[in-house]
């Protein structure tokens, strides 16, 4: 394309992210990128578009045209106050929604409408109908990795970030998170309530062995082991820290290990080794392909044409800010 061209005006404009980014493309692959991360910032500009990005983009995404980058909390948050025209979620289709239901008059684009989750493809309104028929009176924490249809038959939201929070604050003895079993399984370990669960679980977070934490401190005397709460309770148990995504890179923040290993999505840990030199990163790799659908030429071409769309219908949309809100006040 004419238009995406590696011109003078591109390699300076983009010079600071290829200096953050050098480890990580070589100088032929970044002439490919390039182009593109200078159409999409201009094109962004003009739109008056946002950009919210997961923490589990790759690093072109997060640190070349992302304007938020955070964890599911984060994206929330911000969605909530844009004032943007456009959203444009770089993450998966979830995210998307739960920005749109809290921003139903404003465009929200989704540049692979097939980035989905495991999680989230779980579970149905039906299925929370029955839970609710089977456990009356117990308040159904649902995750925000779920749809637009699931929150709505749900008391409250939560994220990785304050389930634990979140759960203390409800009033009963008994509380049902759903769908994912090791983010109830872990909520469990810190509060003093029954927390009932579903079988719902992430197909990232699930391959992770304790097996794969000991040849990490086998490897690597002396490495941190982080990981996040959708893993299984054993990995958690071997591991140093959980939280959640945006909760791993304030700890490094804050305790600046020499050495770490994030067990969680791959693109965390090239995002976080870009910003900061001076940690050594472990990578262990296991990438979520619903996250990496989201690529800087689907970005464009979603820019562009403003599609694909995300819709939310208004009145599952009314329903489902409810336990949206709720969480967004607790936390
Ligand atoms: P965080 O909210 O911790 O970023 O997690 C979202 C997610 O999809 C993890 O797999
Ligand atoms: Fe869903 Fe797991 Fe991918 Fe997160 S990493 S989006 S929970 S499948």
């Known amino acids: 394309m004419t238009d995406l061209a590696y011109t003078a005006e591109v390699a300076r404009e983009t ?13 032929t692959h970044w002439e490919t990128l390039a182009p593109y991360i200078y159409e999409i910032n201009r094109l962004k500009k003009e739109k008056n578009a946002v950009i919210l990005a997961h923490n589990y983009m790759t690093p072109d995404i997060f640190h070349g045209v992302a304007d938020i980058v955070g964890d599911s909390l ?8 844009t004032e ?3 959203i444009v979620q770089c993450g998966v ?4 929604e739960t920005s749109k239901i809290l921003c139903m008059d404003k465009k929200v684009l989704i540049p692979d409408m097939k980035a989905g989750c495991s999680l989230a493809e ?7 109908k029955l839970l609710r028929e089977k456990y009356p009176g117990v308040p159904i924490i649902t995750y925000v990795n779920t749809s637009a249809e699931v929150k709505a038959e749900s008391d409250i939201c939560c994220t990785s970030g304050n389930a634990v929070k979140i759960v203390e604050a409800m009033e009963t003895d008994e509380v049902l998170m759903v769908p994912d079993r090791y983010l109830a399984a872990y909520t469990q370990t810190k509060v003093n309530k029954k927390v009932l669960t579903y079988q719902g679980s992430c197909i990232v977070h699930e391959r992770f062995t304790v097996k794969d934490i000991e040849t990490f401190r086998a490897r690597y005397p002396g490495v941190e082991v982080l990981a996040h709460p959708e893993c299984t309770p054993e990995v958690l148990e071997a591991s140093d820290y ?12 804050q305790e600046k290990p020499g050495k770490v290993v994030l067990i969680t999505e791959c693109s965390m840990s090239d995002n976080i080794a870009a910003a900061h030199p001076e940690m050594e990163l472990v990578r262990p790799c296991q990438l979520c392909p ?9 970005i464009l071409e979603s820019l562009k044409t403003e599609q694909p769309e995300v819709l939310v219908d208004p009145d599952i949309a009314a329903r489902a800010i409810v336990p949206i809100n709720k969480m967004l006040e607790l936390s």
């Open 242 to 253: 959980t939280g959640s995504t945006q909760q791993m890179i304030d700890y490094l923040e």
């Open 290 to 298: 619903h996250m990496k659908r989201i690529t800087l030429p689907k």
């Open 74 to 81: 984060a994206l929330a948050r911000e969605a909530a106050k």
């Open 15 to 27: 010079a600071p992210v290829f200096d953050l980014l050098k480890d990580q493309y070589d100088e």
């Open 93 to 96: 289709h979830f995210m998307a």
């Open 84 to 86: 943007a025209d456009i």
């Open 122 to 128: 779980g579970i149905t309104a039906n299925d929370v």
